[in-house]
């Protein structure tokens, strides 16, 4: 009583504080009324916590009035969740079902899938206190998935460990222990205490079922330390009571004695007289087995006492018949007699029906010790009755369980059934719009093909079309290549045999004439030979480059030495040169093809290019020869040359072209120019 005295003092202390804060807050009434409803939260979950389950709803009944009066439908569907837990907890499933319901419902309206799954452990609970076995198990599942679609480890935690939990009540230990296991991890990684000392005695619980009661000690031994350690003497003094039991089971008294003392030690500083009571009682029959009677005598008044203050009446009755055990064992039999009396009166006037099958049985054995016969005979009588009324009423309970288990499978096989016939209507709904949508997409596929394939052919017309013209505007470079090659030659020709022969028989007639005139007609005729000869010398000059001499007589290569010669000795121009050619000879026309591409790209480098150095890579191959020329000119961007100096690289790209080469070029501003050329060479 003193402790529920002093978390009221808390409470009143905490709403006066409340409206003393609220007051004193600077800003608008949205920011106040946030604060009281943090604080009405804090003061209900610190109810709920110390297990005052009617003041709690108190506080969420205030925090869910001023979340409704700032629309806020999140906390609304939080706080619906948590009022709902407490009705649970403090065994009222009906409203709490309601409020749960509405909270999901809520939940799913906002999209707020971590309240959906938290409702969802709450309805699991609901649904097992039911019997309804699938469904709890289906809405535990469903929370464990909405929680991994969150990525919310904590909530993976406590999802597993309901499902734990609720395999364990079903004696499904290898599930039960599975998840038990993984929740415990979790909460131990994350540092969940409260979390992580439930899932400890959730895991204890288990092994003591397994009968392994080394490890469920250990368990219960890690709980208890870390609950005495944050004063939560509530829960130490529970796992000091399993730990208890399991030494009792074991034939360890003093180990089940300690422990018991520790739990009566922690209730008796929380003053909770329900636990004191059943744990006076239950050490009183650990120092019966002691052999020390008289203290188990004191602890058996000592639970008489606390049951009498707890105003428990299952706990009054069975602290009576503890008595009367007690006094019986003494041989003080007029006052077993009288603690029998007691107890029996006790359970009959409030219909406790196992105490009175063993009040009955055991007064029935102690009149019988007194030699009181009839007595016995009486009371045996009653035990009979009594226990044939106990075996009927657990037979009828059997009897309404099979039946609710037995309806709830008709109910499921009838909801089969209709979802089969469901199905199949379906099935044969979506088999006729699936025939009739495939029917559509085929005739919509005919259709796209012949349209695709009409598309196509008259692509491949015009392709056709196109590259006739590219091929007919190639030939007619080619022919134009061609003749002015041809032209190239006849013209040089001519100037060599014809011009360049008139000249020079000019230039001796002259010299011939000169040695016979006077000195100032030699004068002039020596100017005028001289001029005959340079004259010569010229006609041979643009001969020899409209058609090299070297390039007929001796090749390609040859004439590539010749030409690059000729630069390095006209201009300052460094010229790096190196030929991979083999001896044989390409075929006339490509080789004067080449020989015009590595002219002009000379001609631009010397004209444009302001170049200090050029470099010329050929090798030639069994099947192609390649071409790497590069200066390191100003360089230039091609789409912003003017026309006429493009005239040179589209004659490059020409020749090229007729020789079924590809070329590539390469230049920027300040940067050079490089050309990459690749031209086959067909076999003989």
Known sequence: M?????????????????????????????????????????????????????????????????????EDQIMISHILRLKGTVLRNAGRNDPAYILYYNARQKAIEIGNDSICARTDIGLGHIYEHRGLLDSAEYFFQHALSDFKKLNDTIGIGRAMYNLSMFYQANIDYEKSLRYALESNRIFKRFEKTELYCRSLINLGNIYEYLQEYDTALACYEECKKINTQFNNLKRAAIVAGNKAVIYFHQGKLEEAKNEVLDAI????????????SLLYRNVSVIYKKLEMRDIALNYAHKALLMAEQADDKTLHADALLNLAVHYKQKNNYPLAENYYLQGIDTSEKYNLKWEMQNAYGNIAMLY????????????????????????????????????????????????????????????????????????????ILILYFFRMRARKNRIIATQKIQKL??????MAAQSILVGQEKERERIAQELHDGIGVLLSTASIHFSSVEENTDKETSEMLKKANKLLKDAGKEVRQISHNMMPGVLS??????????????????????????????????????????????????????????????????SRGDDEIIMDYMDDGIGFDEDELPHGENIGLSGIRTRIDYLGGTSELTSEPGKGTKYSISIPVSKK
Do not use: W
Request: with cysteine; hydrophobic share 40%; net charge negative.
């Open 368 to 443: 019988e010790a007194m030699e009181n016969f009839k007595k016995a005979y009486e009371y045996q009588q009653k035990y009979i009755d009594i226990s044939e009324t106990i075996t009927n009423e657990e037979k009828a309970r059997a009897r309404e369980k099979y039946k609710a288990e037995y309806e709830l499978l008709h109910y499921k096989d009838q909801n089969r059934i209709k979802e089969l016939e469901k199905k199949k209507i379906r099935f044969q709904r979506n088999l006729s719009y699936g025939i009739g949508a495939t029917i559509i997409v085929l005739l």
């Open 553 to 618: 007589k001796f090749g390609l290569r040859e004439a590539i030495e010749d030409l690059f010669e000729d630069v390095e000795e006209a201009s300052d121009i460094e010229v790096d040169l190196q030929l991979i050619c083999k001896d044989e000879r390409l075929a006339e026309n490509m080789e004067i093809m080449i020989y015009r591409v590595i002219q002009e790209m000379l001609n631009n480098t010397i004209k444009h290019a302001k170049a200090s150095t050029i470099s010329l890579y050929i």
């Open 265 to 276: 030690e922690f209730n008796e500083t929380i003053k909770d007289t329900n636990e004191l």
């Open 469 to 474: 013209e590219d091929e007919k505007k190639l």
């Open 2 to 70: 003193l402790f529920l005295c002093k978390i009221k003092r808390i409470c009143f202390v905490s709403i006066f504080m409340l409206g003393f804060c609220i007051n004193a807050i600077p800003g608008n009434d949205q920011e106040k009324k946030q604060v009281e409803l943090n604080t009405y939260l804090s003061i209900a979950d610190m109810l709920f916590n110390q297990y005052q389950y009617d003041s709690a709803v108190i506080y969420y009944d205030s925090a869910l009035f001023i979340a409704e009066e700032m």
